[in-house]
């Protein structure tokens, strides 16, 4: 009986150890296998960060690797170090892949150009058909003739549709900003880098500040078909306003035609544009990229416009370095600045797969930008510029022949719904607004060569 009684409670004893050891190993077991598939695919991805569409892990990685993430590890130019937007769209591992291209033309329809400016001299585009001797032994950029007969005399660098002349002299600094954010010479030991600092710059002017009794709807149109004319594969316009205008819409679609990427300033009017249109922005066309801007902090600013049907992506905008007239560099603030960031993007990824049009460009770059939930608010797309995935994630998909053969990116956004176009308003378009609007009012206090812009808007 006693021995009875002792081997049923060792053998409850023993089934009771059985069950609990295996209760243990299995629960256990299974907590250390995940904890374990977390830190080996965390560790993954911090060692080749190149897969990850994690943006907050990607954001841990670029703060503490130093020298794949720091753009100034890269080039030599003293001021890049304050470029957080480069770092931020995680420049310096894009410029591992490529530096961008000559070859590439983008218009840059704003203020004007400082063509002297010792960060962005080299990186100008050059009218083939004036530039060089003429028949007579004269120098064809200053003959005051209109060599290539395309109807602008002596337009080497590009045309100033305020006065009608090639003067391009940018009385406001904001074109000279924006060239140096898509295109500043890199390693040459001044200022800044561009986005793509292997690029041609071609310069039109739309816009003067000083010119008061000017058109800037119609500077525009024109400055865009000088573009397509020109033959740019890029166009960056900064500029914009409420009103639709069925020429500037013809001429953005002539544009697409010609494929140009058209990537224009979603606008500072502190708006929802799916509401209130802002154009050229808002035009229901496929080469246009619509960009809004962001903080350091990647929250898109209050004074940006935003709207998940209009705008597509968000990119650096908040205290931006960058050149301006007379060798000097500053800080502005607005979506023109974060429109530039796109621009720049543009060219990276064209130079990285030149065979891709103009719609594939735009969709790579919308697609491998960094998810964030605030963006969802904001944005069709829900993401910011990232201009590393943008190249890698894009030589991962492609196949040899260059087909894409994943389709991680492809079709993941709605197309913009039936904008409320509004043909019958096309009344002038307050076009120079968001620009001046753009100026950094408070500190850092941007220096526009010297001058006092009398005309800043708070
Ligand atoms: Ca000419
Ligand atoms: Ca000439
Ligand atoms: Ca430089």
């Known amino acids: 009986m006693q021995s009875l009684k002792v081997t049923l409670i060792l053998g409850l004893f023993f089934l009771f150890s059985l069950v609990s050891l295996a209760l243990f190993f299995n629960l256990d077991g299974e907590a250390n296998f995940s904890s374990l598939a977390t830190r080996s695919t965390d560790a993954t991805k ?5 897969g990850s569409r994690e943006f907050e892990k990607s954001e841990v990685i670029s703060k503490t690797d130093k020298v794949e993430n720091e753009p100034s590890a890269l080039f030599n130019d003293p001021a890049i170090k304050q470029a957080w937007g480069l770092k931020k769209s995680d420049a310096a591992r894009a410029w591992k892949v490529t530096k961008g291209s000559k070859d590439i033309i983008v218009a840059v329809i704003d203020t004007g150009i ?6 962005l001299k080299d990186n100008l585009w050059k009218n083939p058909g004036e530039i060089g001797l003429d028949k007579n032994g004269k120098d064809k950029s200053t003959n005051n003739i209109d060599d290539d007969k395309n109807g602008y005399v002596d337009d080497v660098y ?3 549709f305020v006065s009608n ?17 898509i295109g500043a010479m890199a390693g040459n030991q001044k200022g800044i880098s561009g986005i793509a600092p292997d690029v041609s710059l071609m310069i039109i002017k739309y816009y003067d500040p000083k010119v008061t009794s000017t058109d800037n709807l119609k500077n525009t149109i024109n400055s865009i078909n000088y573009a397509i004319k020109m033959g740019a594969q890029i166009i960056n316009y900064s500029g914009g306003g409420t009103d639709y205008s069925q020429d500037e819409f013809d001429a953005v679609k ?3 035609k010609n494929g140009i990427l058209f990537v224009a300033a979603a606008g500072n009017e502190r708006s929802n544009s799916d509401q209130f249109h802002y154009y050229p922005a808002d035009y229901k066309l496929s080469n246009i990229i619509s960009v809004t801007a962001l903080d350091p902090s990647k929250e898109v600013l209050a004074s940006s416009n935003f709207g998940i049907e209009t705008v597509d992506l968000a990119a650096p905008g908040q205290n931006i370095i960058s050149t301006l007239p007379g060798n000097s560099y500053g800080f502005m603030t607005g979506t023109s600045q974060a429109t530039a960031f796109v621009s720049g993007a543009a060219v990276l990824v064209k130079a990285n797969k030149t065979e891709f049009k103009f719609d594939d460009i ?3 770059i919308l697609s491998t930008g960094d998810p964030s939930t605030t963006l969802a608010q904001k ?11 943008s190249l890698t994630i894009l030589d991962q998909g492609m196949s040899a022949n260059g087909i894409v053969v994943s389709t991680p990116v492809n079709e993941v956004f709605t197309t913009k719904s039936d904008a409320k176009l509004n043909p019958d308003s096309s009344t002038g378009s307050l076009f120079g607004k968001s620009l ?16 006092k812009d009398s005309q800043d808007i708070p």
């Open 165 to 181: 002349t090639a003067d391009l002299t940018d009385n406001h600094g904001h074109g000279t900003h924006i060239a140096g954010i």
């Open 158 to 160: 590009g045309w100033n």
């Open 436 to 451: 001046l609007e753009a100026v950094q009012k408070s500190n850092p206090k941007p220096r526009l060569g010297g001058k």
């Open 46 to 50: 911090k060692n080749s960060a190149t």
């Open 362 to 364: 735009k969709r790579y």
């Open 254 to 256: 002539k544009a697409e």
């Open 379 to 389: 944005t069709r797309t829900s993401r910011s510029l990232n201009l590393f995935k």
């Open 114 to 119: 400082d063509i002297h400016h010792e960060d």
